[in-house]
């Protein structure tokens, strides 16, 4: 059996004439910059993530740069983040002329951990530190009731990186139907609708949300050269616009993202199932993903998405070995990430000064697995035996 990461031709027959017509549309309008497609995917993705605002950008990466851009942040200052992401968490400050500052991620979750950010910014007599960028990583949230609390208690404002938790719900108190949606607690929540996103276009696109309407003006201004009105900027901004095409596709995909959500869901509870049944989670052998969320969404009145599994991780010490027999089964598997951001040779330290550990023993063991929503449970159990098959 062929088992590969990712499989997006499922989704694509099942959407391929309203995609085609819809694209057609947009060829024959002309409109191919800005345009009724990308403010309506703006409206709707901002109600869809309980945000008032929603401003379409090229790229996940760009939806963090323009955010830094509009809170003023440059040289000299600092952003406070984690150092276990997609290297555009840290790309984007150095970009704008900053420096990060890493607190190391909590080991079940592989979220930055609020316990550090707190000690870092009371160490920060010079208040230096002008932004926290939190990471909801491979699709759960981070610990935004406590990281939001933080941010106020020292005056930082918090930029949400979605990129991979677009729709993904956080709790926000003792009340089991008090939730927020991944994008909404910061000034800026950033998304990246990159194809292999549980929401995701047909090249490269992002959106930033906001609640804040002077931001969110801004950052308007800014993706757009800085420009108000035509030819003259009271800004430097940049070309951050979103293509028409994109919004077009990705409005169509919105419409099913919620049962996309709940097909990866589903598939991570039948993984846990599988890996439970084959004795490898008792023996200690892999670690699998704990959703911390989910005990206070089955209190909740009604389902919500206590982890939208862009990514379904494993974790053993024996990650590379175990790659390769999976390799050799047509099993795709991919590393996130294999170093460490503050380990990176584009730091002039290159992760000398700095040690931290639950970061750096992440990026050493963990491996995911396919989890998209076509995946059927013949493939998954062909998954699991394999490793199973591997540790015998």
């Known amino acids: 059996m062929k088992v590969p990461l990712l499989d997006l031709r499922p989704q694509l027959a099942q959407l ?31 109600h869809y993530s309980s945000a008032d605002f929603g401003i379409g950008v090229s790229s996940g990466t760009d939806a963090l740069l323009v955010s830094l851009m509009s809170l003023g942040i440059g040289q000299g200052d600092r952003v406070l983040t984690t150092p276990y992401s997609f290297f555009a968490t840290m790309g984007v ?8 500052v890493f607190a190391d991620i909590d080991p079940v979750t592989y979220n930055i951990d ?17 932004a926290i960028i939190p990471v909801h990583l491979y699709g759960q949230c981070a ?3 406590k990281i939001t609390a933080i941010a106020a208690r020292y005056d930082v404002p918090v930029i949400e990186d979605a990129a991979q938790a677009i729709g993904a719900e956080v709790p926000m108190g003792d009340n089991a139907a008090d939730w927020a949606k991944a994008g909404s607690l910061g ?10 996103k549980n929401l995701g276009g047909i090249g490269d696109g992002g959106m930033v949300v906001s609640r804040d309407p002077v931001f969110a003006e801004k950052t308007r201004l800014l993706r757009n050269h800085g420009a108000s009105p035509k030819y003259y900027h009271p800004l430097v901004g940049g070309n951050f616009r979103l293509d028409p095409i994109q919004a077009t596709v990705l409005r169509i995909k919105l419409k099913h993202l919620e049962s996309w959500h709940k097909l990866r869901m589903k598939n991570a509870l039948f993984y846990n199932e599988c890996f439970q049944d084959q004795g490898l989670t008792g023996r200690g052998v892999v670690s699998i993903p704990e959703a911390v969320y989910r005990k206070k969404a089955e209190t909740a009145d009604a389902a919500r998405n206590y982890h ?3 990514q379904y991780i494993i974790r053993t010490e024996r990650r590379d070995e175990l790659r390769d027999w999976l390799s050799s089964k047509d099993i795709g598997t991919e590393i996130y990430y294999p170093l460490a951001l503050h380990q990176q040779e584009c730091l002039d330290n290159g992760g000398d000064n700095q040690r931290l550990p639950n970061a750096e023993r992440a990026a050493a063991e963990t491996l995911a697995l396919p989890i998209y929503p076509e995946l059927t449970e013949a493939m998954q159990d062909y998954v699991v035996t394999s490793i199973a098959q591997f540790y015998q």
């Open 187 to 196: 000034i800026a929540g950033c998304f990246s609708f990159f194809p292999s």
């Open 114 to 130: 609020p316990g550090q950010i707190e000690t870092i910014l009371k160490a920060d007599n010079e208040k230096k530190i002008k």
């Open 308 to 310: 939208i599994y862009n």
């Open 16 to 46: 391929r004439s309203e995609i085609v017509e819809s694209v057609t549309k947009v060829i024959d309008s002309t409109r191919y910059i800005q345009g009724p497609e990308v403010e309506a995917l703006e409206k709707e993705v901002a």
């Open 93 to 100: 400050v150095l970009r704008v002329g900053a420096l990060p």
């Open 143 to 145: 610990d935004m009731g």
